[in-house]
């Protein structure tokens, strides 16, 4: 049977970056060695790392911009403390919107003053905060762009005069953006590029080196960007299937194509959510609504077990809302085909029309 998988990370990814993935691990570039046991320092997988972060400045049209991708490890969770190291030397702005920007400032504040700017907490994060103003006396702003957990999305993002900082792990390359308006953009592979185990640093070059503080080589971007990311054995697999995966985005005409299908993904699953009288959303402000992580729950908790059942034989998979929401989360990152949201959209209009 088909599998939907709506799992909110690790993600889906396409099955054509799946198979030459599994090819890899067998015999990589016809090598007779598997991709996982050549010298990350070799040829065939310096090529791999170099085409993997020119795809990553190329989707974002940040090429010839003064920025620099890296690759690195320990996933958005490490980028909390790192992003403080590198560039907090006394005050930062964040916009606290869930669950990963309330762990983001609380890293920050190891370094620092922390001004919180806005905050939807007070809604259990069903919201992005809106008419906020910034501090012109900090360091830097950070913000988180898509929150899984919650199902919400910055759809504008406010003019400042200080570098910008975005967690974007969860909509990276899934829609079109000015991101030079970001001077650090950072997105753990496993929510819509690649498996866990390698984080995506995008970074413009002018803002660091200025705190004063000693930075531990292993967490300072400046020795990372001279060591091309290879201050340290990188996640060799991780960073190949992202390549795989962002080339396979500019075979479909990139990020502005996927953007296209992504709207349309949203447009079903929402649209039946808005219709369907035993469903409701958990983000009820229409433009905060998240086009990667729909979040809803079924009014009539005693049809759950039914729904649960008959999403599983539907081949639905990864529909559970995360605990501290509950209810269910669609998951729609850019290798979830339209199919599965209709197949979904099915098995919620036949419960309506059985129960």
């Not at 020119?54 to 690195?72: P, V």
């Not at 007070?122 to 762009?145: E, G, M, V």
């Not at 020795?223 to 396979?248: C, E, G, Q, R």
Request: proline content about 4%; charged content about 20%.
């Amino acid at each position: 049977m088909k599998k939907h998988n709506f799992s909110a990370g690790p993600c889906i990814l396409p099955q054509s970056v799946l198979e030459k993935a599994s090819e890899a691990v067998k015999n990589f570039n016809g090598l007779d060695l598997s991709l996982i046991e050549i010298s990350h320092r070799s040829k065939p997988f310096v090529d791999v790392m170099e085409r993997a972060q020119e795809l990553a400045l190329k989707h974002l049209n940040l090429q010839d911009k003064g920025y620099k991708a890296l690759f690195l490890q320990g996933g958005a969770s490490l980028e909390f403390l790192m992003v403080a190291y590198n560039l907090l030397e006394k005050k930062a702005a964040y916009l606290n919107t869930g669950t990963w920007s309330s762990k983001a400032i609380k890293e920050a504040r190891l370094f620092g003053e922390i001004v919180e700017v806005a905050s939807s907490k007070d809604q259990n994060f069903n919201y992005i905060p809106k008419n906020y103003a910034i501090p012109s006396d900090i360091d830097y702003f950070h913000c988180t762009s898509n929150n899984t957990i919650f199902g919400t999305q910055m759809q504008n993002f406010p003019e400042v005069s200080v570098p910008m900082v975005c967690d974007m792990s969860s909509d990276i390359f899934s829609r079109v953006l000015d991101f030079s308006k970001f001077d650090l953009i950072y997105a753990g592979a496993q929510k819509n590029m690649g498996p866990a185990g390698t984080t995506l640093v995008v970074v413009k070059e002018e803002i660091l080196g200025k705190v004063s503080r000693t930075i531990p080589s292993m967490l300072d971007y400046k020795v990372h960007i001279s060591k091309d990311s290879m201050f340290n054995t990188p996640a060799v697999f991780p960073v190949y299937v992202s390549m795989l995966t962002l080339d396979w985005l500019q075979e479909l005409g990139g990020v502005a194509n996927i953007e296209k299908h992504n709207t349309k993904k949203a447009e079903m699953m929402y649209g039946e959510i808005d219709r369907n009288p035993f469903f409701k959303g958990f983000v009820t402000n229409k433009e905060d609504r998240s086009k990667m992580n729909a979040t809803f729950n079924l009014l009539d908790t005693s049809l759950e077990e039914r729904f649960n059942t008959m999403c599983r034989e539907a081949g639905i998979n990864g529909l559970n809302g995360h605990r501290s929401v509950g209810g269910y989360r669609a998951s729609m990152y850019n290798a979830l085909p339209l199919e599965s949201v209709k197949v979904l959209v099915d098995v919620m209009q036949t419960l309506e029309k059985q129960a």
